[in-house]
């Protein structure tokens, strides 16, 4: 039996700001922020958008596609949570009018979140063949302003739908995992903002990369040259580009070239909307589907890491017919529809959006019709509205 991704939805906030602006604000040469990081643009989030608003704009761009009556499943994969108890899913499923059996709930391991609701997905799907999974990852990257973190920032969710006979991806059963209790990223309960020990995180992130991606090739008797393409979790994309590196290490003119120019199409939308924990590596998947040249069958390699930390390393098949399930020119008109903020509106509106809600302040968007957004807090609760 075939299971896998049959839909993929996006979103981003509607602001941005330019590296190079950033640069200049920072006093830092652009090329740092452009080639060493690999980061152009990073979507902002005000006040009024959070994981939840994310993840049911997200899930919309597919929702009328489907039949909500078979989907049995649904995960919340966020390190941005809302609220310290009631899922981030309960809200999504009440804004997309899913029926009361669907089982839902949040998960938590940092970028490795969506990763973890993907593969319970697949799992329950594969038990359950006639129902559907909605699996979400949706996430605002916060380091604060001025620090080393901040080129790195982004703001967006990706949800799918996961089910047998796919359109898009087919998962292969089987991966490698590897985790280990560091410290290379965490969030306090009592701070809004990451910290970070961005240069350890690099050097794990690569040694998870290599332990599971052999492990891997081992367990399936692989080689790389058998990979039509290896994507991977894009905090900014130098370090999928360090990780690509030494996949190649040992690779002929070919296939270096192959990997290589996948790897460029599939770091294209994280290059433009930064770092979106959970969904990061998805973001690169549908970077990868819309501006790779990818053919029936071929084979993509996934890598998933989530700081503290969890690796996996996993398969799938692309699915004949792939490209009618796309949105690419939705998802370009997304991004050119964000305003650019200059550097001072960014730093007003991200520490704005710091700070609690109000009691009782009703917040307004300044989205297009039909986008979700949070309204603000009413006796203790947080209110959702579509503009
Ligand atoms: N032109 C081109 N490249 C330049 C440059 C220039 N003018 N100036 C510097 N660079 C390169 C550096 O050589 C370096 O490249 P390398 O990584 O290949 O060695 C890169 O730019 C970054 O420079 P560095 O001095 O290391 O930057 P930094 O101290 O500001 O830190 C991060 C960069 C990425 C470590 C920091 O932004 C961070 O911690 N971000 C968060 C990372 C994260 O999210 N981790 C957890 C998620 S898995």
């Known amino acids: 039996m075939q299971v896998g991704i049959d839909k993929i939805g996006f979103y ?3 602001k941005y700001v330019d590296m190079v602006d950033l640069a200049n604000a920072r ?12 980061q152009e643009k990073m979507s902002v989030a005000d006040e ?3 994981a939840v608003s994310m993840g049911i704009n997200a899930t919309l761009d597919y929702l009328d596609e489907i039949d909500k009556d078979k989907v049995g499943l649904m995960i919340f994969g966020t390190e941005s949570s809302v609220d310290q108890s009631k899922s981030a899913s309960l809200f999504v499923k009440t804004a997309l009018k899913l029926p009361p059996e669907v089982r839902t709930f949040e998960v938590k391991e940092a970028c490795f ?20 999974a909605i699996v979400i990852g949706s996430d605002i990257a916060r380091y604060g302003i001025n620090t080393s973190g901040e080129v790195t920032q982004g703001a967006g969710s990706i949800s799918m739908l996961i089910k047998v006979d796919p359109s898009i991806l087919s998962l292969n059963e089987g991966h490698s995992a590897y985790s280990d209790d560091i410290n290379d990223f965490w969030r306090p309960n009592n701070s809004k903002t990451a910290l970070v020990d961005g240069k350890y995180s690099t050097q794990v992130y690569l040694d998870f990369f290599t332990k599971t991606f052999e492990d891997y090739k081992k367990q399936k008797h692989l080689q790389t040259s058998d990979f039509d393409a290896l994507i991977y979790h894009l905090p900014f994309t130098k370090m999928g580009l360090k990780a690509n590196r030494l996949a190649l290490a040992d690779q002929n003119e070919a296939i270096s070239e192959k990997l290589g120019q996948s790897f460029e199409a599939s770091k294209h ?6 770092n979106i924990y959970t969904a990061s590596l998805y973001l690169s998947l549908l970077s990868l589907l819309q501006n790779g040249e990818l053919k029936a069958n071929d084979l993509i390699g996934l890598f998933s890491y989530g700081s503290g930390a969890m690796a996996e390393f996993f398969t799938g098949n692309v699915v004949e017919g792939f490209k009618k399930q796309l949105r690419p020119e939705k998802v370009q008109a ?11 509106e960014y730093e007003a509106i991200f520490t704005k959006a710091l700070a609690d809600p109000i009691e009782g302040k009703e917040l307004d968007s300044d989205e297009k019709p039909g986008t979700w957004y949070f309204a603000g807090v009413k006796d203790g609760i947080r209110l959702y509205k579509m503009k």
Not at 269 to 274: I, M, R
Not at 334 to 344: D, F, G, I, Q, S
């Open 48 to 50: 009024t958008q959070d």
């Open 334 to 344: 997304r991004l050119e529809a964000r305003t650019k903020l200059t550097v001072p």
């Open 12 to 14: 981003t906030p509607n």
């Open 269 to 274: 939308l994280s290059a433009n909307v930064g």
């Open 113 to 132: 979140g969506l990763t973890a609701a993907l593969m319970m997905a697949t799992d329950f799907v594969r038990l359950h063949p006639k129902q559907t």
């Open 27 to 38: 006093n830092e040469d652009p090329n740092k922020f452009l080639i060493g990081i690999g």
